[in-house]
């Protein structure tokens, strides 16, 4: 059992920087591969970025250049570096994680193993 606590999140300007953090309970923390994702209200949930348990990276069109996945296996945390947020960027922003890297990424949201409880985002213009 993997339980999810997101933080960070909050209200920033347009062109400014945020940064979320995951931190996971478990001891098989490193086993796992990690997400961020994110539902607009109204839209569906979408990938932004994973990180497989050896550190590979993987990013959306929407976000490559802009945001950056990171993890440390010390603390079991995954963070989510937001720089240049847009107004479209606004959505609640949730952590996953799933041994499985490919039904992390490729696979229905509901397919997840394991899912935080969110954090909002809000860019103003």
């Known amino acids: 059992q993997v339980q999810l606590v997101e933080s960070g999140g909050g209200l920033v300007q347009a062109g400014g920087s945020l940064r979320l953090s995951c931190a996971a309970s478990g001891r098989t923390f490193s086993s796992y591969a990690m997400g961020w994702y994110r539902q607009a209200p109204g839209k569906e949930r979408e990938l932004l970025a994973a990180?497989?348990?050896?550190?590979?990276?993987l990013y959306t069109d929407s976000v490559q250049g802009r945001f950056t996945i990171s993890r440390d296996n010390a603390k079991n945390t995954v963070y989510l570096q937001m720089n240049g947020l847009k107004p479209e960027d606004t959505a609640v922003y949730y952590c996953a994680a799933d041994p499985n890297f490919r039904r992390l990424t490729g696979g229905p949201a509901g397919a997840v193993d394991y899912w935080g409880q969110g954090t909002q985002v809000t860019v103003s213009s």
């Open positions: 990180i497989t348990s050896g550190g590979t990276t």
